[in-house]
């Protein structure tokens, strides 16, 4: 594990001490045991002179992007193309963070990423769902609960938690009769931007945000302000109207009507709920992979897929994601009025 304190950090196991930052993050054991795997495998093959291309023993923090590079291509062939990503991504957020904190000089996987597009790129497998097909499937759920959860989701693709964390004073509604009934859209960051999300990048499971206990972690790089058009808005509202008195001060927008009544909604109670509307569309088969079921992370691989191919715009849906670096996002920030809302609102797939 790391010796020197996190203000200054300058580790001996830079591995032990981005995993010890993950558990002081809330991070599940299940999310470090995975990072640790795929970290060592990676600290393995620098260390070895017969594999990494400078033919000596390099440590983590002199890796250059070449050496990063050569690792992937080492995993190509004996997984899927989805597990290479998913490994590339590990390895980009150990070097972002650690970058971040001042223990490396810079982020080899940066340029790595982006030139795989592993946050953005279609994934051939995977199942593709057209948005007429998409239309029918949102007009069977028809509980008004659900259906706000399903259409936040394909219609802003952010994550399950972060839907699940979001609370009333992220919500910017105009509509008069639920402003009169509820506090919305109290934070600052959307005075001035009705019909807007805002997600915050700082929610972490076990962490306390708002007076509450979070169950849940958003992985955003960045807040994120995303557009409500009028349909999730109409949604929305119709929710509100009935949404019961929430347990927590925190007042979140989607609670529980069933038996956790008033209590904040659960990634497991948003997954259960999608699973049986994608059953009963043939949508989802036990034991199916992700090439094949349609989950609440599938809304946000539809949402991206579909709205990059509307645009043409592969920053503005990077932005949306939450997925973009620090001066890009705030170009997208600073144009949010003009540019991103312009650009969602004239592409936006109806699914009503």
Not at 51 to 64: K, L, Y
Not at 89 to 98: E, I, T
Not at 177 to 187: D, K, P
Request: glycine content about 6%.
């Amino acid at each position: 594990m790391a010796t020197s304190s996190p203000a200054d950090p300058n580790p001996d196991d830079p591995v032990g001490y981005f995993l010890q930052d993950l558990l002081y993050h809330g991070k599940s054991e299940r999310t470090r045991d995975a990072y640790e795997r795929v970290l060592r495998r990676f600290e393995a093959f620098l260390r070895d002179p017969g594999r990494n291309p400078s033919g000596r023993s390099v440590a983590p923090g002199a890796a250059t992007q070449r050496d990063c590079m050569a690792w992937i291509h080492t995993l190509r062939g004996d997984r899927a193309e989805s597990t290479v990503a998913t490994y590339a991504s590990y390895l980009h957020r150990f070097y972002a963070y650690m970058t971040q904190v001042g223990a490396f000089d810079s982020n080899p996987m940066a340029l790595v990423v982006e030139e795989m597009h592993e946050s953005v790129d279609k994934d051939p497998t995977r199942r593709e769902i057209s948005v007429a097909s998409m239309r029918e499937f949102v007009a069977d759920v028809t509980h008004p609960l659900e259906r706000a959860v399903v259409l936040t989701l394909l219609k802003t693709g952010m994550r399950v938690g972060e839907a699940c964390n979001l609370d009333l004073r992220d919500v910017n509604i105009a509509d008069e009769n639920v402003r009169s009934a509820y506090a919305l859209g109290e934070r600052p960051q959307l005075d001035g931007r009705p019909d807007s999300i805002f997600v915050a990048a700082d929610p972490v499971r076990g962490q306390v945000v708002n007076g509450e206990e979070r169950t849940a972690s958003n992985k955003r790089k960045r807040e994120t302000v995303v557009p409500v058009d009028d349909e999730l808005s109409r949604v929305l509202v119709r929710w509100l109207a009935i949404r019961p008195d929430a347990i927590s001060r925190a007042e979140p927008l989607f609670v529980s009507t069933s038996g956790d009544w008033g209590e904040r909604l659960t990634p497991k109670m948003v997954r259960n709920a999608v699973e049986r509307h994608a059953r009963d569309a043939g949508w989802y088969r036990t034991g199916g992979g992700a090439e094949e079921n349609v989950t609440p992370h599938y809304f946000r691989h539809f949402f991206t897929t579909h709205l990059r191919d509307r645009t043409g715009d592969r920053g503005i849906v990077k932005y949306l994601r939450g997925d973009v670096a620090s001066d890009i996002i705030d170009t997208y920030t600073h144009n949010w009025g003009d540019r991103v809302r312009e650009v969602y609102e004239a592409n936006v797939y109806s699914l009503l």
